[in-house]
Every structure is written in C-alpha cells, then in structure tokens.
C-alpha cells in the first residue's frame, strides 16, 4: 500500500527556516518521483518542486528558488522540503505527491 506522510510543519517568525519531512512507504524512493506542494488558505493548490527519482535533479517553482531545497535519502525513503527564509505569504498545508498517492499535509504558519 502506497503511503506518504509528511510532518515537521509549525509556527515560524518571517525569516525563520523550517525542514518538512516526506516519509513514503509501499514503494522504493529510487523509482519515483517526489513532488511538494501547497495550499494556502481560500487559493488552489500549488507545486512547490519535485526531485527526480533518476539523479536527484531537482525542479523548483520560481517564488521557492534560492530559498527552498529539496532532498532525499534513499536509504530512509524520505524526502525533505528546506524552507529558509520564510514569508507570511509562504503559510500553507504542505503535501509530498508520488505515484498518484498524496500525504495528508503538514501545517506551516509564518507568523510574527
């Protein structure tokens, strides 16, 4: 059974960093492609990136280059979303995307 959860959201100051989590089980993260997206509230959902499951390549949406990162670890079938210098307009739920499957989200409120 295809599973990806996600975690390590919460409340940060603007200017604060913060490392989301994507654990995936049912399939092996060398095969696949892991997207992150977003949804803010009363807006559609958005891509934020993915990572390419062949080199580790990775595609970033304008509004996150120079400041998100994506990795992963293979070994811990886990991919991560580095989110450095964090805006208010950056508050969303955060959803890992694989092998049509979604996770069920992880909050992250930018807030003074």
């Known amino acids: 059974q295809v599973q990806l959860v996600e975690s390590g959201g919460g409340l940060v100051q603007p200017g604060a960093s913060i490392t989301l989590s994507c654990v995936v089980s049912?399939?092996?993260?060398?095969?696949?492609?892991i997207g992150w997206f977003r949804q803010a509230p009363g807006k559609e959902r958005e891509g934020v990136g993915c990572?390419?499951?062949?080199?580790?390549?990775?595609y970033l949406r304008d509004f996150a280059k120079g400041r998100f990162t994506i990795t992963r670890e293979n070994a811990k079938n886990t991919v991560y979303l580095q989110m450095d210098s964090l805006k208010p307009e950056d508050t969303a739920v955060y959803y890992c995307?694989?092998?049509?499957?979604w996770g069920q989200g992880t909050q992250v409120t930018v807030s003074s």
């Open positions: 990572i390419s499951s062949t080199d580790g390549s990775t």
């Open positions: 995307h694989g092998i049509g499957s």
């Open positions: 049912g399939f092996s993260l060398a095969y696949y492609h």
